[in-house]
């Protein structure tokens, strides 16, 4: 039967794409609710009390990052929708983006109206060069039909909407770097505090959100927070979209509640469609490329021996040694032919390619890494290599100005805490590993559950 | 009012001094001195936003004021960290700090060329330093290290990027101290480099100035370059009237015998310059008669510098004796038996000057005659 679609539901109208038909459907209902019904602090408590969290990948809570916002009187204030997307696995915005632009824009306004925001930016990755036309297209079409300019619906609050393309770097979608960037600077992240609630876009009050977090802002307004906090469990509520790749029958977008289990995501119909060629699962990265990557037997249950969910709590339980986490929702599955340490090659070579620089740790660590994997992955490995890679993603964490370092570390810190024998196996049989793979071995296994 | 202006306490590495509020761990730890201070590689007091990168000043903030106690959940970087009332920090007394550390400078030295015999920083370059006081002994490192081309920048400064360690001063000093900043980063993470538009910048009467902030070979003087080594120098305070309305005119004038090889900024005990001076007193001016002279600069006792100030240096006691329970090392050999090099009846901490090949001529005729 599926569950409810909140953001997706309608991507499927012939149209949608356009303003008449989106509007047909209901669409800019939650502009005239909250600008006409509405203070913008009510907006900020409908969005607290729905419990949403950031989709970009931290899973902060929204309104309450809302309600940080400085205020200082004649300063202005920005709202900044990171539409970076370039996380590796990673492509709902892309979709939300592309398919659905006046869900976006609408959710913009709302957000925009809630934060005092009369210039807000859409910063998008220069990857996706086709989207900006898009995204002008629909800010156009609103703005003909009195969405955006000055005095919007009567109600004297002005709002702009500018698109503004990055140069295509995964580091500019750090909320700092993404705001040096956007003033025209080299996309270095800033040191913080000051964080951008006092201290943003042009050292004034800025709030960053992800594409899919302001979408969620339209359902939330047109059924109110509470309703919204009563789809999903615990913290995790509302609707999730989930970009699955990989090793699986249907790669796509998918709209989920938080309350199916990571098993049948991966195997039932209705999403991924379970793996091809009849293969078994080996292992997971469950919500982009960095978050810990996490063997089958740990995937579906947890260290307790419960169903895992997929959403926030569930993918954590375990904390790092054996759990994952929700990330940015992009689901990598692989199959028993993949082999852990190419996997982890490959990642570690993205984050050498998009450290920033700045800070010593991860500009020369995560380049040491990428070279000790590369020997292993191609049979020159030494077993003492194990170590040393464990001992520099040590040195790299929570040591570095912004979370890319600690990004690049916990995929390899968790291929190794969970695939060491596929890494010593590599070491062990240097020709072996350059014509086979070592396979699923045992990473399917039932665990021993420990009692709590 | 003034008297009124509350100070904030902070403690740290067990010892609680009273700063200003504002003030950064780093700036309070510089007070107490000593072992206490961290070590610094990007920061610069005089460079507005400096800092925060090279990670070397790291510290772990046990307690995070007297109103919030809860310590910080990661070290922080105590050159961007202002202070808070009752915070307490440690720095050498944390293990966390020390192991970080080390890793940081094994990162900084991962890809350094580690060329200290033909560099002309050596013996005031602050990577020798931190790598000696905080470093590991060997590497972990098996590959090849990077290298950059190296970028011709005209008559006065040399860049050699394969040296940098990506600290940005000089880009915070292009861009504070020179009219047009055509000064930066370019390309990103391992393979980032330091701009050759510097090349423009370097018309500019400050530019000079990136040589004295880099804290490694990167950047160097090309009419001093490959000279004379800075420890075979003496090195003097002097000034003169400068007629850039921005330069200070004050600076440190390098001496071999009677001849000037290098002009420098003067420079504080933490190696930061204390005022600025134009490329006209740096490159131009090196002749005794262009200075008034002040004096000898006072150089630290750690600095590789005072080596060349053979009268009156203190030798630290020998712990030796003791640790051996009063028995002296037994000789295995006497270097003399074999070799005619540091010839007993000369000694050297008699020199008034660095020593020098005639010293030590062999048929023993011309002794030290000063
Ligand atoms: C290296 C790095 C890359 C990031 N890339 C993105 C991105 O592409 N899109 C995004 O929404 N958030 C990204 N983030 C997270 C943002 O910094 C920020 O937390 C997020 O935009 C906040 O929005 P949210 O609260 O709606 O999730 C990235 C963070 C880091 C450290
Ligand atoms: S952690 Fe990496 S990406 Fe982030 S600021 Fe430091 S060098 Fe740049
Ligand atoms: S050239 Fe020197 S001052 Fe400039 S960034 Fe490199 S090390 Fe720092
Ligand atoms: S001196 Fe503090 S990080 Fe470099």
Same mark, same amino acid.
């Given at each position: 039967?599926?569950?409810?679609?909140?953001?997706?539901?309608?991507?499927?109208?012939?149209?949608?794409?356009?303003?008449?038909?989106?509007?047909?459907?209901?669409? &800019?209902?939650?502009? *005239?609710? !909250?600008?006409?019904?509405?203070?913008?602090? #009510?907006?900020?408590? /409908?969005? +607290?009390?729905? @419990?949403?969290?950031?989709?970009?990948?931290?899973?902060?809570?929204?309104?309450?990052?809302?309600?940080?916002?400085?205020?200082?009187?004649?300063?202005?204030?920005?709202?900044?929708?990171?539409?970076?997307?370039?996380?590796?696995?990673?492509?709902?915005?892309?979709?939300?983006?592309?398919?659905?632009?006046?869900?976006?824009?609408?959710?913009?306004?709302?957000?925009?109206?809630?934060?005092?925001?009369?210039?807000?930016?859409? &910063?998008?990755?220069? *990857?996706? !060069?086709?989207?900006?036309?898009?995204?002008? #297209?629909?800010?156009? /079409?609103? +703005?003909?039909? @009195?969405?955006?300019?000055?005095?919007?619906?009567?109600?004297?609050?002005?709002?702009?909407?500018?698109?503004?393309?990055?140069?295509?770097?995964?580091?500019?979608?750090?909320?700092?770097?993404?705001?040096?960037?956007?003033?025209?600077?080299?996309?270095?992240?800033?040191?913080?505090?000051?964080?951008?609630?006092?201290?943003?876009?042009?050292?004034?009050?800025?709030?960053?959100?992800?594409?899919?977090?302001?979408?969620?802002?339209?359902?939330?307004?047109?059924?109110?927070?509470?309703?919204?906090?009563?789809?999903?469990?615990?913290?995790?509520?509302?609707?999730?979209?989930?970009?699955?790749?990989?090793?699986?029958?249907?790669?796509?977008?998918?709209?989920?509640?938080?309350?199916?289990?990571?098993?049948?995501?991966?195997?039932?119909?209705?999403?991924?469609?379970?793996?091809?060629?009849?293969?078994?699962?080996?292992?997971?990265?469950?919500?982009?490329?960095?978050?810990?990557?996490?063997?089958?037997?740990?995937?579906?249950?947890?260290?307790?021996?419960?169903?895992?969910?997929?959403?926030?709590?569930?993918?954590?339980?375990?904390?790092?040694?054996?759990?994952?986490?929700?990330?940015?929702?992009?689901?990598?599955?692989?199959?028993?032919?993949?082999?852990?340490?190419?996997?982890?090659?490959?990642?570690?070579?993205?984050?050498?390619?998009?450290?920033?620089?700045?800070?010593?740790?991860?500009?020369?660590?995560?380049?040491?890494?990428?070279?000790?994997?590369?020997?292993?992955?191609?049979?020159?490995?030494?077993?003492?290599?194990?170590?040393?890679?464990?001992?520099?993603?040590?040195?790299?964490?929570?040591?570095?100005?912004?979370?890319?370092?600690?990004?690049?570390?916990?995929?390899?810190?968790?291929?190794?805490?969970?695939?060491?024998?596929?890494?010593?196996?590599?070491?062990?049989?240097?020709?072996?590993?350059?014509?086979?793979?070592?396979?699923?071995?045992?990473?399917?296994?039932?665990?021993?559950?420990?009692?709590? | 009012?003034?008297?009124?202006?509350?100070?904030?306490?902070?403690?740290?590495?067990?010892?609680?001094?009273?700063?200003?509020?504002?003030?950064?761990?780093?700036?309070?730890?510089?007070?107490?001195?000593?072992?206490?201070?961290?070590?610094?590689?990007?920061?610069?007091?005089?460079?507005?936003?400096?800092?925060?990168?090279?990670?070397?000043?790291?510290?772990?903030?046990?307690?995070?004021?007297?109103?919030?106690?809860?310590?910080?959940?990661?070290?922080?970087?105590?050159?961007?960290?202002?202070?808070?009332?009752?915070?307490?920090?440690?720095?050498?007394?944390?293990?966390?700090?020390?192991?970080?550390?080390?890793?940081?400078?094994?990162?900084?030295?991962?890809?350094?060329?580690?060329?200290?015999?033909?560099?002309?920083?050596?013996?005031?370059?602050?990577?020798?330093?931190?790598?000696?006081?905080?470093?590991?002994?060997?590497?972990?490192?098996?590959?090849?290290?990077?290298?950059?081309?190296?970028?011709?920048?005209?008559?006065?400064?040399?860049?050699?990027?394969?040296?940098?360690?990506?600290?940005?001063?000089?880009?915070?000093?292009?861009?504070?101290?020179?009219?047009?900043?055509?000064?930066?980063?370019?390309?990103?993470?391992?393979?980032?480099?330091?701009?050759?538009?510097?090349?423009?910048?370097?018309?500019?009467?400050?530019?000079?100035?990136?040589?004295?902030?880099?804290?490694?070979?990167?950047?160097?003087?090309?009419?001093?370059?490959?000279?004379?080594?800075?420890?075979?120098?003496?090195?003097?305070?002097?000034?003169?009237?400068?007629?850039?309305?921005?330069?200070?005119?004050?600076?440190?004038?390098?001496?071999?015998?009677?001849?000037?090889?290098?002009?420098?900024?003067?420079?504080?005990?933490?190696?930061?310059?204390?005022?600025?001076?134009?490329?006209?007193?740096?490159?131009?001016?090196?002749?005794?008669?262009?200075?008034?002279?002040?004096?000898?600069?006072?150089?630290?006792?750690?600095?590789?510098?005072?080596?060349?100030?053979?009268?009156?240096?203190?030798?630290?006691?020998?712990?030796?004796?003791?640790?051996?329970?009063?028995?002296?090392?037994?000789?295995?050999?006497?270097?003399?038996?074999?070799?005619?090099?540091?010839?007993?009846?000369?000694?050297?901490?008699?020199?008034?000057?660095?020593?020098?090949?005639?010293?030590?001529?062999?048929?023993?005729?011309?002794?030290?005659?000063?």
């Amino acid at each position: 039967m599926g569950s409810r679609k909140l953001l997706l539901e309608k991507a499927h109208v012939p149209g949608i794409r356009g303003y008449d038909v989106y509007r047909r459907e209901g669409g &800019y209902r939650s502009v *005239e609710k !909250a600008l006409k019904t509405m203070s913008p602090d #009510q907006v900020t408590e /409908e969005v +607290k009390k729905s @419990g949403l969290r950031g989709r970009g990948g931290a899973g902060f809570p929204t309104g309450m990052k809302w309600s940080f916002l400085a205020k200082p009187e004649g300063v202005p204030r920005y709202l900044v929708c990171n539409a970076d997307e370039s996380e590796p696995g990673t492509f709902k915005d892309r979709y939300l983006m592309e398919f659905l632009p006046h869900l976006l824009i609408e959710g913009l306004i709302v957000s925009s109206f809630a934060l005092g925001s009369k210039s807000t930016y859409i &910063y998008i990755r220069g *990857e996706y !060069a086709w989207i900006p036309d898009i995204l002008e #297209q629909a800010i156009a /079409e609103a +703005k003909n039909n @009195g969405w955006l300019g000055k005095n919007i619906l009567g109600t004297g609050f002005d709002c702009e909407i500018y698109v503004h393309r990055g140069a295509g770097a995964y580091i500019c979608g750090e909320e700092t770097a993404l705001i040096e960037s956007l003033e025209g600077k080299r996309g270095n992240p800033r040191i913080k505090p000051p964080f951008p609630a006092v201290k943003g876009v042009w050292d004034c009050p800025t709030v960053v959100n992800n594409v899919e977090t302001l979408a969620a802002v339209v359902p939330i307004i047109n059924e109110g927070g509470e309703a919204y906090s009563k789809i999903g469990v615990g913290k995790s509520t509302g609707t999730k979209l989930l970009s699955a790749c990989g090793n699986i029958n249907k790669p796509g977008v998918y709209e989920i509640d938080m309350t199916i289990s990571v098993e049948e995501f991966i195997f039932s119909d209705e999403y991924c469609g379970g793996i091809p060629n009849g293969k078994r699962l080996k292992a997971c990265i469950p919500g982009g490329s960095s978050v810990p990557i996490l063997p089958a037997n740990l995937l579906l249950k947890t260290a307790k021996g419960e169903t895992r969910i997929m959403n926030y709590e569930s993918l954590s339980d375990g904390g790092f040694a054996k759990g994952s986490m929700m990330g940015s929702g992009g689901f990598i599955v692989l199959d028993e032919d993949q082999c852990v340490v190419r996997n982890t090659l490959t990642l570690a070579r993205f984050y050498r390619h998009e450290s920033c620089g700045q800070c010593s740790p991860c500009r020369e660590g995560t380049g040491w890494m990428e070279k000790i994997l590369k020997n292993i992955e191609y049979g020159k490995g030494k077993s003492s290599d194990i170590d040393l890679l464990w001992d520099i993603q040590r040195k790299i964490e929570g040591n570095t100005i912004c979370p890319l370092g600690d990004a690049a570390a916990w995929p390899v810190a968790a291929a190794i805490r969970h695939f060491r024998d596929e890494f010593e196996w590599h070491v062990a049989n240097p020709i072996a590993s350059q014509n086979r793979n070592f396979g699923l071995a045992h990473y399917a296994d039932p665990l021993e559950v420990v009692p709590a | 009012m003034a008297d009124e202006k509350k100070l904030f306490k902070v403690t740290i590495d067990n010892i609680t001094i009273e700063v200003e509020p504002g003030t950064s761990i780093l700036q309070a730890a510089r007070k107490i001195g000593g072992d206490v201070a961290p070590p610094a590689m990007c920061y610069y007091t005089k460079l507005k936003g400096s800092g925060g990168k090279c990670r070397t000043c790291l510290v772990e903030v046990a307690s995070g004021s007297t109103a919030d106690p809860r310590p910080m959940p990661k070290l922080v970087a105590s050159c961007r960290t202002n202070v808070m009332d009752g915070m307490v920090v440690k720095n050498i007394t944390s293990e966390k700090v020390i192991d970080a550390r080390n890793g940081v400078v094994e990162m900084l030295l991962i890809n350094h060329p580690l060329d200290c015999p033909i560099c002309d920083q050596a013996g005031e370059c602050h990577l020798q330093d931190l790598s000696y006081e905080h470093g590991k002994e060997g590497t972990r490192y098996e590959f090849e290290r990077r290298t950059f081309k190296k970028h011709d920048l005209g008559p006065y400064i040399q860049l050699h990027m394969t040296r940098c360690i990506l600290c940005y001063r000089c880009v915070f000093t292009a861009d504070q101290l020179t009219e047009k900043r055509v000064h930066g980063v370019l390309d990103r993470g391992d393979h980032s480099e330091i701009a050759t538009y510097i090349e423009k910048s370097l018309e500019n009467d400050f530019i000079g100035n990136i040589i004295d902030v880099c804290p490694v070979g990167a950047l160097t003087d090309k009419t001093f370059r490959f000279k004379n080594r800075v420890w075979f120098l003496n090195p003097v305070d002097a000034h003169r009237d400068c007629s850039h309305p921005k330069c200070s005119g004050k600076v440190t004038l390098w001496y071999r015998g009677e001849e000037v090889f290098r002009v420098t900024a003067r420079k504080d005990q933490w190696g930061e310059v204390e005022d600025w001076i134009c490329n006209e007193c740096r490159f131009e001016k090196k002749a005794t008669a262009d200075w008034t002279i002040e004096g000898p600069t006072k150089v630290n006792r750690h600095s590789v510098i005072s080596q060349g100030h053979y009268v009156g240096v203190v030798r630290p006691q020998e712990a030796l004796y003791d640790v051996m329970g009063g028995r002296a090392p037994r000789l295995l050999m006497d270097i003399h038996d074999v070799s005619e090099v540091n010839r007993p009846e000369i000694d050297l901490s008699k020199l008034e000057r660095p020593a020098h090949s005639t010293d030590f001529e062999s048929n023993g005729a011309d002794r030290p005659t000063k």
